[in-house]
């Protein structure tokens, strides 16, 4: 009996789930289809976007894909779906068409236009409530990323005619919120100061009323997590975090910046190795071989690691390999990195086109002669990665993404290249203050000058002895090539009346060029025409009243640059030489002119870096001419530290008139041992030795002994600026020259 009733229970559900399922699937013929509501979209178009026939059946699955299609049209708010003796019945309710956008509260124009790109409503479109609350998130995200933390967003809808409506925003900005202060936290390793160098964003001063990077941004602050993280990695802090940022509300409008540092443990480069394809010849890359030996047991650096990929694609490359990867396999063992660089060959295919997508403003000629691979090539990965870092090194973009796609043949590809353009204007201005006087500079830069990728430079630098104004136009892919084109115009005007007895007034104009001849190598060549002026002081020597007058010069020019610095900026380690010689070509004094300059940059240990230069300039006239005045050659003041600039050496009477020759040598190293825990300072200790001699018309005025000095510096961060203290101690000296034991400057750039 047990059993039946448990028989009988089973078969009552299977009948009851076959009716639902019948149900289910029960299809109904449509004869005729009915759409009401409708205003502005036609029927024709309902009807086409439900895909729905005459004479086809139509299950309740049906009517629900119906429904989720015409929802997913983006142009009704409400809609039913029934069917009824045969007939599909669908009523819909249109969204309203917006009409007009309007926004209240933003004065800057170009910060309006910026904030409509990023709006997905727009006139003409239809209203969606969903999309309308998207896009205040968008808004409010927008004007935090531009420092406008404390705005308000409040939107108002307007009813018009004809099922039409306006968006109304208004738009609180208020105060942009400061970075008052910003801090590092955990274990960081190194000071404060330094770090802060290396980040965009900086602290909020009264005088950098020019500088945006002083309002929280959160795109900045992003970016900035990055080029911390770069900088632990150069220093081979292999396994670094940087775990956090935030802001700290300090009052209304302002913020501490936080970053949260775990350095973790510094590791040292182990073994090192390359794995080539059978048929690569392993002799071709010997030389970076070798290169590996030196950097055994010597701190991990992702740039070093860089270098080596760029020297091996260079090789490879060269040698003509078409379908290859370059890839980087690391593996820690112990406290050192085990490296191997292996490079791969690839199914060969071509490229069949590249599509530039995105430059509103750059020309795509600009972004083209970036790309080292061209349609119909073979394709490189070494040459695709490196077209995409030179596109972004131009520093036109906030963005540069590629996709490859298969293209119409079988073996090729389609590259398509993606780029979001940002503003590349810049105004700068910088003021100091010190011992060797006040100066004052300005200037306005655009670095992307109708998009054809030209860099306009106008400045103005004014201190105690001279006013310069320069105006420069540059082209860096003149014609399409890899050669700079320079274009300049400048006036200056020198008053040394009361140190060297003369005044000068100077007005030329240059063209020059200059590219990379060899890794790491330019040569540059450039020629500069001027017209001086040249006024003497009525108690000068009368071998210098004769060089009173008006003088025109033109000079060819030629430039030598090997550079191996690890980096332009707070270079750690490397070396430049640069040697730089002027010819005269038409020239009233015909006189030729060389320098020549070293440094050497060397880490020792954390948080050090030692710096040791020598400096050679000469000045002489191929006539035997006296050389003008204002060509005479004078010490730099950062290159001997303990004596006043400009009142070194030759001395015709009361004034010093300089040389035809100056050389020095400088070493400095800085100390953090001391007031290790003390932040934004830093001591340094120097010693230098330099000399200034050879008067043409006089050699008796000749005062040839090598003056030296050592001293220590202090580099502090204070509130109203970089303030430099140095305290030095002559060593060697003349009677003649004027010493100076302490200096100090105070100014910033902004």
Do not use: C
């Amino acid at each position: 009996m047990t059993m039946f009733k448990s028989i009988y229970k089973i078969n009552f559900f299977l009948i009851i789930f076959f009716f639902i399922f019948i149900h289910t699937l029960r299809a109904e013929i449509v004869k005729e289809i009915n759409i009401k509501g409708n205003q502005r979209i036609s029927t024709e178009t309902i009807n086409m976007f439900t895909g729905v026939s005459i004479n086809e059946d139509l299950s309740e699955n049906d009517l629900n894909k119906i429904l989720k299609k015409l929802y997913q049209t983006n142009f009704f708010d409400l809609v039913s779906v029934k069917i009824l003796n045969q007939v599909l019945f669908i009523n819909v309710k249109e969204y309203p068409i917006i009409q007009n956008i309007n926004y209240e509260g933003i004065k800057s124009s170009k910060l309006l236009e910026e904030l409509k790109k990023n709006i997905i409503l727009k006139p003409r479109s239809s209203f969606n409530e969903i999309l309308l609350d998207k896009d205040k998130k968008k808004i409010k995200s927008f004007l935090k990323n531009r420092g406008y933390y404390f705005s308000k967003v409040e939107i108002s809808i307007q009813e018009l005619q004809d099922n039409k409506i306006d968006i109304n925003y208004n738009i609180s900005l208020g105060e942009k919120a400061r970075i008052k202060k910003i801090s590092f936290i955990g274990e960081k390793i190194f000071k404060d100061k330094k770090l802060k160098g290396i980040i965009l964003s900086e602290e909020y001063k009264s005088w950098k009323f020019l500088s945006g990077k002083k309002y929280l941004n959160e795109e900045v602050i992003n970016y900035d997590k990055r080029l911390l993280k770069n900088f632990y990695l150069n220093k081979g802090y292999y396994n670094v975090k940087v775990n956090s940022s935030y802001a700290k509300v300090i009052n209304d409008q302002s913020f501490e910046l936080i970053f949260n540092i775990d350095a973790n443990s510094k590791l040292f480069f182990g073994d090192l190795k390359i794995d080539l394809p059978d048929d690569f010849s392993k002799s071709n890359y010997e030389k970076v071989e070798k290169f590996f030996k030196k950097l055994e047991n010597e701190p991990y650096s992702i740039n070093r690691i860089e270098d080596i990929v760029e020297k091996i694609e260079t090789i490879t490359i060269d040698e003509q390999y078409e379908s290859i990867k370059a890839s980087v396999n690391e593996k820690v063992v112990s406290n050192k990195i085990n490296i191997n660089f292996k490079i791969e060959e690839m199914e060969k295919f071509f490229i069949e086109r590249i599509n530039i997508f995105g430059n509103n403003i750059t020309r795509e000629s600009v972004i083209r002669n970036q790309i080292e691979i061209d349609e119909g090539d073979p394709f490189n990965e070494i040459l695709y990665a490196k077209s995409l870092n030179n596109i972004k090194a131009l520093n036109f973009f906030e963005e540069v993404n590629a996709n490859i796609l298969d293209g119409n043949q079988f073996n090729t590809k389609i590259i398509d290249i993606e780029i979001t353009e940002k503003p590349t204007g810049e105004i700068f201005a910088g003021v100091g203050t010190g011992t060797d006087g006040s100066n004052f500079s300005f200037g306005v830069k655009e670095n992307n000058y109708l998009g054809r990728g030209v860099k306009i430079d106008s400045n103005l630098n004014v201190s105690d002895e001279r006013i310069k104004g320069k105006f420069l136009v540059s082209n860096p892919n003149y014609k399409n090539s890899d050669k700079n084109l320079d274009l300049s115009l400048e006036a200056t005007s020198i008053d040394r009346l009361a140190t060297s007895g003369y005044k000068s007034n100077v007005t030329g104009f240059g063209i020059g060029t200059n590219f990379e001849y060899l890794d790491d190598f330019r040569f540059g060549l450039a020629t500069r025409n001027s017209i001086e002026k040249i006024s003497v002081d009525s108690s000068a020597s009368s071998r210098q009243k004769k060089q009173e007058g008006n003088y025109f010069d033109s000079y060819l020019g030629l430039d030598f640059l090997y550079d191996k610095r690890n980096q332009n900026y707070q270079t750690t380690s490397g070396f430049y030489s640069n040697y730089n010689i002027n010819l005269p070509v038409v020239s009233d004094t015909n006189t030729l002119t060389n320098v020549y300059n070293y440094k050497v940059f060397k880490e020792l240990y954390e948080n050090n870096v030692s710096t040791f230069s020598f400096l050679f300039k000469s000045a002489s006239s191929l006539t035997n001419d006296d050389i003008k005045l204002s060509e005479r050659l004078y010490i730099p003041g950062k290159k001997l530290r303990g004596f006043e600039s400009g009142k070194i050496g030759p001395k015709d009477g009361s004034d010093y008139i300089g040389g035809n020759y100056v050389s020095s040598i400088n070493a400095t190293t800085t100390i953090p041992m001391i007031l290790e825990n003390v932040q934004n300072v830093d001591i340094v200790m120097f010693a230098d030795a330099a000399n200034v001699w050879g008067v043409d018309y006089d050699s008796s005025l000749d005062k040839s002994g090598i003056r030296s000095s050592i001293g220590i510096g202090i580099d502090w961060l204070t509130v109203v600026g970089p303030l430099t203290f140095s305290f030095a101690q002559p060593i060697t000296k003349e009677p003649s020259d004027i010493e100076e034991s302490f200096r100090f400057n105070i100014g910033t750039s902004f």
